[in-house]
């Protein structure tokens, strides 16, 4: 394994150079005099050697001279191209590399039921959900969750392809075209007033509040017409958020908690990439500089989970 310059460091993001979060981390690592490169998934690579030798490559160079990565959002690609990326970061990880998010963190923050298993086990409440493979077990689960339901890609966010449905024929046929396509069957209860929830935005050991609104719609994205007003969480709303990205292995996350009529806030999904953009707009610390603080602190071997008991 190639020995880092720990002289100079050096971080490396996988995902776009392009836009306004790659601008912000840019930014933030000019400002901590450490070097930031870019380079897309599809450019990752290895090469094993008959000499026992393993190189992890990408555009940017080989992964092993970097101080710590951080990950952004992976494009789609097929299945074989999606595990090799994951294995590339797994190996990184085990010749003690820094991955901020783990591989093994994101296999359970991108699928929602494995997240929802999480949060559940934990004994934060969530909303009553069913997760099957055909129609017919679909409208069963529209059925005894009282014919209002909130329907996802198991795979997803920022609100893509997330419907509400209320009408039993209108589940029929969208139960009909998720077959079609060869998808898992989301199927949560809708949790009324809808249209407003909290998001815990977690780095490293810090946790920020920001309450985000939409008059128009029960999808609460900035990207769909959602409002943010940062508000200051209580101790408890911070324990739930670092105990549930400790459990699934997360430095840099959301957790999401959905408003209810009918009781507690029910915590709905976890990002692990999330996006930062509205809430920057609203709280007065930059996100992207404690992103990088982390990066550099755990690429020393300094990690901070915060207190979660």
Not at 134 to 157: H, T
Request: aromatic share 6%; proline share 4%.
């Amino acid at each position: 394994m190639t020995t880092r310059n720990d002289s100079i460091a050096k971080l490396l993001v996988l995902g776009s150079d392009q836009g306004w979060h790659a601008d912000q981390l840019r930014a933030a690592s000019a400002a901590r005099s450490c070097q930031l490169f870019f380079a897309p998934y599809e450019t990752l690579s290895a090469k094993v050697t008959d000499d026992g030798r393993t190189q992890l490559f990408c555009a940017a160079g080989q992964l092993d001279d970097f101080s710590s990565l951080v990950t952004r959002t992976m494009p789609s690609g097929s299945f074989e191209r999606i595990m090799f990326r994951l294995a590339v970061l797994h190996e990184y990880i085990r010749r003690s590399g820094v991955v901020i998010n783990s591989p093994r963190s994101l296999e359970i923050a991108i699928d929602k039921f494995a997240t929802l298993a999480v949060i559940s086990s934990l004994g934060y409440p969530v909303p009553d959900t069913r997760v099957v493979q055909s129609r017919r077990e679909a409208m069963d689960a529209f059925r005894d969750l009282g014919g209002d339901c909130v329907v996802k890609p198991i795979f997803g966010g920022e609100g893509r392809g997330v419907m509400r449905i209320q009408n039993a024929e209108l589940a029929w046929t969208s139960f009909a075209t998720l077959d079609q396509l060869d998808a898992v069957h989301y199927v949560q209860a809708f949790v009324p007033p809808g249209g407003c929830d909290l998001r815990l935005l977690v780095i490293g050991s810090d946790v920020f509040g920001v309450r985000r609104t939409n008059a128009n719609d029960f999808r609460t994205n900035v990207s769909g017409g959602g409002q943010c007003q940062a508000i200051q969480i209580s101790d408890e709303q911070r324990r739930l958020a670092l105990q549930i990205t400790h459990a699934i292995g997360l430095r840099f996350a959301s957790v999401d908690l959905l408003d209810a009529d009918d009781g507690p806030p029910r915590v709905v999904e976890v990002n692990g990439i999330p996006g930062w953009q509205g809430a920057q707009q609203v709280l007065p610390h930059s996100i992207a500089a404690a992103i990088v603080d982390v990066a550099l602190a755990d690429a020393c071997g300094v990690q901070s989970l915060g207190e979660v008991a």
